[in-house]
């Protein structure tokens, strides 16, 4: 299973910042490897982040996106205290699902 | 102790500040020669015998600020005669294929493949050609090089000798010394040549 | 005249991708994945390994047993155990031998970590390295063998090899040099060397890992067409101590992100 997410979540005005940093080789299928064969595809799919029950942020990610990706955005709604969960899947089915708390104010 | 090694500690003593530094230098150099010999491995071409220093090596490693006296020219003097220009006398070729092998940083690294050309890596130092903005500023810039200095017979034995054995110019150069250590072939540095001198070149644009 | 035309049409152009680089730069300080590696080295540093079974946890680092903040910043230094200057590497293959029983070759077995496979030794590397985030740059140089590590590192860093001919000095001894478009810190300069010395171990954006010092060291001779430098030789910490010497006084801000 790939490394826990490192997520950073916390109140800016009127919104919640967040920032996630994900381990995930995103490697592209393109590459070859040091015998000359392709290195298989490996990269996230999809990522969804929830609260309170709703989709705050849903993104359909390709090879382009570079390894460990980070993502940094914002959402209207949150309050300190409540949960985040961030998850992802990946094109080989593998998965990754972490939860964080909003913090600050 | 015999005679000489008396004189010596005598005049160290007397000099004591001066002394201790010259003797912990040539501890340093003794205990970094000893390093040298034991921290590296052989990989892929590159044997540890690239690591014995040969005389230009050894003198300039030895004085980082110049070499005293009259040495520097003894050194260029030494590094000229080993310049060999091309049997045919045709010192230059294509500038296409200079303007390549000037692009090219591949060549000697454990890593490389020893049976494919060297390039010369000639813009991780220079500013060449006038469309080329990813240079270095190692060294000078060569833009205009021929375009000032024109293409008589003098100037490509000085650009060919230069790119062979820069050292022959100035005495602990930076610049590898592409001909006398083999990086580059002779049709290799002929091609250069041309990149630096021909009216056409895009380093003359 | 065209000359006077071109000269300030490139100088605007090498301004404009100079501004985009540092703009690069800055965008790519924030989520830095030197994060990732840190997680990890914090947790091997606290993980039963070896016949031993014991963790790093009684390793000193300098600082005395089991003393992690601070002690990178004070590195490279003399350690009476083994009678030698050793770097935070070294030392780390040390205590995996002593405290937890590994073989010298097996602690020294993966260095750095490559794609689809972490290194331990990287880890730690980068955890040890964020616990002096923030502090001053002070290698000791009470110990005789600390001043000569320093002073043959110094020869090492000027002597001249290879086909190329080329000496560490050849690319880091002068002032406001670059090679394509990479800046080269002049290492004889103290705020280049402050800054350098800063900013490793770094991830490296191009390679996706987190490189140490000894990594960085063992690069630049490929480049320079020398041999392989044998991770933790006496050639590599000698060099890491002149460079932390060189760097002395500045402030630690590693593991950064680099291209």
């Keep these: 299973m790939a490394d826990a997410m490192r997520i950073r979540a916390n109140i800016v005005g009127d919104k919640v910042e967040v920032r996630v940093l994900m381990s995930h080789e995103m490697e592209t299928g393109q590459r070859r490897d040091a015998r000359g ?13 929830t609260h309170a ?17 980070f ?5 209207k709604g949150g309050k300190p205290g409540e949960k985040l969960t961030i998850s992802w899947v990946d094109n080989q089915g593998d998965k990754r699902t972490d939860e964080a708390t909003i913090s600050g104010g | 102790m015999r005679p000489d090694a008396v004189a010596a500690a005598a005049l ?19 205990a970094a020669l000893a390093m040298m010999k034991t921290s590296f491995k052989a990989q892929g071409q590159a044997g540890v015998d690239r690591l014995d220093q040969d005389e230009v090596q050894a003198l300039c490693s030895r004085h980082p600020n110049g070499l005293p006296g009259d040495l520097a020219e003894k050194l260029e003097k030494a590094q000229l005669a080993t310049i060999r220009y091309p049997a045919s006398g045709k010192l230059m070729g294509d500038w296409r294929e200079g303007e390549r092998i000037a692009q090219s940083g591949v060549g000697k690294q454990f890593n490389d493949d020893p049976s494919r050309p060297s390039g010369g890596n000639c813009y991780a130092c220079h500013r060449l050609s006038s469309q080329e903005l990813s240079f270095g500023t190692i060294g000078p810039s060569l833009y205009r ?14 650009a060919y000798g230069k790119i062979y054995n820069p050292e022959a110019f100035s005495a602990c150069s930076n610049m590898p010394r592409f001909g006398h250590n083999g990086i580059l072939t002779e049709q290799q540095i002929t091609h250069l040549v041309a990149l630096l001198l021909d009216p056409d070149s895009p380093v003359n644009k | 005249m065209a000359l006077a035309i071109a000269l300030p049409c490139l100088a605007r152009a090498q301004q404009d991708t100079q501004k985009e680089i540092e703009r690069y730069r800055e965008l ?23 016949p031993k079974n014991a963790s790093l946890e009684r390793c000193d680092l300098g600082l005395s047993a089991g003393v992690v903040k601070g002690a990178y910043v004070q590195l490279p230094r003399y350690f009476a155990d083994t009678d030698k200057v050793q770097d935070l590497e070294s030392r780390l293959v040390s205590c995996m031998v002593a405290l937890q029983g590994l073989s010298s070759e097996e ?13 331990v030794m990287t880890d730690l590397v980068a955890w040890i390295a964020s616990e002096s985030r923030g502090m001053r740059i002070a290698p000791p140089q009470s110990h005789p063998k600390e001043r000569l590590a320093y002073r043959a590192g110094e020869k090492i860093f000027y002597y001249r090899a290879g086909p190329h001919d080329f000496a560490c000095a050849t690319c880091h001894g002068e002032d406001n040099k670059r090679i394509r478009l990479q800046d080269l810190p002049n290492l004889t300069n103290a705020r280049d060397a402050q800054r350098a010395f800063g900013t490793w171990p770094a991830y490296r954006v191009s390679q996706g890992e987190v490189r140490s010092m000894q990594w960085r060291l063992y690069d630049c001779f490929r480049q320079q067409r020398f041999p392989e430098l044998e991770f933790t030789s006496d050639a590599a910490i000698a060099l890491i101590s002149f460079l932390a010497k060189q760097g002395e006084g500045g402030t630690f801000e590693a593991p950064a992100i680099k291209r």
């Design chain 1, 37 to 49: 064969d392709i290195v298989p595809a490996h990269f996230i799919q999809n990522v969804t982040v």
């Design chain 3, 28 to 50: 790519l300080q924030d989520g830095n994945p030197s994060e990732l590696f840190e997680a990890r080295g914090a947790e091997h540093w606290k993980t039963k390994r070896g």
């Design chain 3, 107 to 119: 602690a020294k077995r993966r260095p750095y970590s490559g794609p689809g496979q972490p290194s």
């Design chain 2, 145 to 158: 090089f021929g375009k000032e200095r024109g293409t008589s017979d003098a100037i490509q034995r000085y």
């Design chain 1, 71 to 75: 993502v940094h955005f914002r959402f």
């Design chain 2, 12 to 30: 160290c003593a007397a000099m004591l500040f001066g002394c201790a530094t010259r003797a912990s230098d040539a501890e340093a150099e003794r």
């Design chain 1, 53 to 69: 029950g709703k989709t705050v942020l849903s993104a359909q990610w390709g090879p382009a996106i570079s390894k460990n990706p």
